[in-house]
């Protein structure tokens, strides 16, 4: 039976750039709603959200991990004395907190992009030192991109540097305008002492061993100005959202403070404001009034619903549009957004529950697939600790043990009302390496974890070179390559030599052609014949390959659309110039013919490959490499090497900025050019600069340097 009414669920997901400090978050939040009785901490490799043995070591969040806690209001609660009030209010008032906490680093970031596909809503935090950083901007797009309502969190307000004014600025500057402040620091870096929120116009403080006592006093008077000034534009932002309050507020009456919460909520939820709050989670300042403002202004899967409709196609045509409510009455339906490995039960596959129930012993369809399955086993994950349960109900994030054949984006729902949800789509891999067993023996076990590995990661390729037989696999980058190679020396007992990283480098076109293909063949009895005429085109950065049919009167029969467009679509991974493969081209099939007797599927799909290759050659092919957006931190002192040195990887400087006593110079460089760079830019600022980098867009690659490529392929 269902525990929580739906509307008092929330699926958030904490999101940042790295050492924004998302998992210090997270482990405050479990212990002040009770889940853990201990802080387990990052710095010294005990916390609880990262779990594997690579997170522990290097103290950053490899994988996304999902938990659950309950909290009720301390808005609600902090002012009663009696445990009976307090039962009594809780129990009206508690609600089921969802969370994912995602890694920060950009090569982990098909991890932020399937959670945020389940996800509810978003803390997005930041550096109160930094401000937006590289990976902020990616994952506040791709928070944009599901369309997540979402607020923020600046954090580490106790560093020294630290500072609110300056945070909140980069935020309005780099990433939205809608904004707004619900809280002002009182205090910054040693002095850091508490919040004025701006909601009930008090100074907040933090008492007790973990601070978990919350104290209300009057706003300092050094203070006052400016927070009246900012409680002023928070109030004006929310009633412009209100038709209601707007007139109220022409006419000079009091807007009450539930008025104002309820305004800003629905403005939260449509996208039109975000809160921003502050805080230090190391120092246990300001967690529980995030956990407040979550409940307050982050959607249930109800109201979600009325932003973003559960919508689905088919499974027999997909033109057919199909929709579901977040509720327990309607037919069961899921979306399968991550599968791991788990050393005692095997495959997990998590997932979230759109709508419906799903029961233990029931069968499920994979809609995705074709395939059905009975679920044997439905767990309820806390991190990499597992809780068995017999139902989940819709709004709830758990994982299934033991499904066959389901991968990451497949949707999962009632055999007897199918449908499919959107796939997620991920991100193309930007480099490579060469990888050999050392052993005989190693062989084998090598093809059996890269496999559960890929499975595990759609970001991780497999393929082999044709001409010599080796095996390469591409990711996201060299950390993320790295780890897998460590995880399969651990968890799957291979060892394995590597060659040096390699670039993704891509084909694209720039003109337009035409171009046809014919496949004859006669050899006595039966012959083969297929023919197409198609026209080329460069598409949209990002799009792919996009095939359009514009065949009328039957001049190929439709039974030899699909194979045409099989060709083509194979065609894509070779490309014409050195073999890379092709992006984003648009092709349209116009015309061709057919033999009644000699025709074949096999016939169209060679003529598609040969018309493909014919007009790409003709489209003015050039070659395309991953651009990465790069953020260099060094002292003053150091600033002209290392702008010397970034112009001279073919890198465009776009912005140098003052941080405290350091440089921020943002700018754009070629991926091949940022190899070793770690290493590089330690020496030349004597071990006291540092960067990220994070992947921008593909760019054509120089005549000069094509040339070298080409030659280096053959």
């Given amino acids: 039976m269902r525990q929580y009414p739906i509307d008092r669920y929330r699926d958030i997901g904490i999101i940042a750039h790295i050492d924004a400090g998302k998992t210090t978050i997270s482990e405050r939040i479990l212990f002040y709603t009770g889940i853990s009785h201990r802080i387990g901490e990052v710095h010294e490799g005990e916390a609880i959200m990262d779990w594997m043995e690579q997170e522990r070591e290097r103290g950053i969040t490899i994988t996304s991990a999902a938990t659950n806690c309950f909290w009720t209001s301390s808005r609600k609660t902090r002012h009663l004395k009696s445990d009976e009030e307090r039962k009594e209010i809780k129990k009206l008032n508690e609600h089921r907190i969802n969370i994912i906490d995602t890694p920060g680093h950009v090569d982990f970031t098909v991890e932020v992009e399937r959670s945020l596909r389940v996800l509810d809503g978003g803390v997005v935090a930041f550096d109160g030192v930094a401000g937006v950083e590289p990976q902020s901007e990616t994952v506040w797009h791709q928070a944009d991109k599901y369309r997540v309502p979402r607020m923020c969190f600046i954090n580490k307000m106790d560093r020294t540097g630290a500072s609110f004014d300056h945070s909140f600025r980069t935020i309005h500057e780099r990433l939205t305008t809608n904004a707004v402040a619900l809280q002002y620091p009182i205090g910054a870096e040693a002095n850091f002492d508490g919040v004025v929120d701006l909601m009930t116009m008090q100074a907040i403080r933090f008492k007790g061993n973990n601070g978990e006592t919350i104290v209300e006093e009057d706003i300092p008077a050094d203070l006052k100005e400016k927070t009246d000034a900012l409680r002023a534009v928070l109030v004006e932002r929310i009633v412009e959202t209100d038709e209601a309050l707007m007139e109220k507020y022409l006419g000079g009456e009091e807007i009450s403070e539930d008025e104002l919460r309820a305004a800003l909520r629905v403005a939260t939820i449509d996208n039109r404001l975000v809160p921003v709050l502050t805080g230090s989670a190391l120092k246990n300042k300001g967690v529980q009034l ?383 050019e940022m190899f070793g760079y770690a290493t590089k830019l330690r020496s030349m600022t004597q071990g006291r600069g540092s960067f990220s980098m994070v992947f921008d867009h593909y760019e054509e690659v120089p005549n000069n340097i094509t040339q070298q490529i080409v030659e280096g392929r053959k």
């Fill in 290 to 672: 995030l956990l407040d403002a979550i409940i307050d202004y982050l959607p249930s899967p109800v109201e979600v619903d009325e932003l973003k409709p559960i919508k689905g196609t088919d499974v027999r045509d997909e033109s057919i549009s199909l929709t579901r409510k977040p509720n327990d009455e309607e037919p069961f339906t899921g979306l399968a957004f991550k599968i791991a490995t788990d050393p005692f039960v095997g495959s997990l596959t998590y997932f979230r529950v759109y709508a419906g129930v799903l029961k233990k012993g029931s069968y499920i369809l994979n809609s995705s697939k074709g395939n059905q399955e009975r679920i044997s086993r439905i767990v309820r994950m806390h991190s990499n600790k597992r809780e068995e349960v017999d139902e989940m109900y819709a709004g709830d994030l758990g994982a299934i043990v033991g499904l066959k054949n389901t991968s990451t984006g497949d949707t999962l729902c009632d055999p007897e009302k199918p449908i499919v949800l959107e796939k997620i789509t991920f991100p193309e891999p930007v480099i490579s390496v060469r990888i050999e067993p050392k052993t005989k023996a190693d062989q084998e076990k090598m093809g059996i974890a890269m496999r559960r590995l890929a499975e595990e990661d759609p970001t991780f390729r497999i393929s082999s070179d044709q001409e010599t037989g080796e095996t390469i696999i591409a990711g996201m980058g060299e950390l993320h390559l790295e780890i897998l190679i460590d995880r399969m020396k651990r968890e799957f007992n291979v060892e394995a030599n590597t060659g040096r990283p390699q670039v993704a480098y891509r084909e694209a076109i720039k003109g337009e052609a035409e171009a046809e293909g014919k496949y004859v063949k006669q050899s006595g009895g039966k012959g083969q014949y297929g023919h197409v005429k198609i026209k080329m085109k460069p598409a949209e950065q990002g799009k792919g390959f996009v095939f359009v049919n514009q065949i009328k009167g039957g001049a190929i029969p439709q039974e030899f659309i699909s194979p045409v467009e099989k060709g083509l679509r194979e065609s894509m991974d070779k490309g014409v110039i050195a073999g890379f493969p092709l992006s984003d081209v648009e092709v349209t099939l116009y015309d061709g013919s057919f033999h009644e007797v000699d025709s074949s599927e096999i016939a169209f799909k060679l003529a598609a490959g040969m018309a493909f290759a014919d007009a790409a050659k003709k489209a003015k092919p050039v070659l395309t490499e991953p651009f990465m957006k790069v953020q260099v931190l060094v002292p003053t002192e150091f600033m002209g090497d290392i702008t010397g040195d970034i112009n001279s990887k073919r890198g465009r400087i776009e912005s140098m900025n003052d941080r405290s006593n350091i440089k921020v110079i943002d700018a754009t460089v070629p991926l091949s």
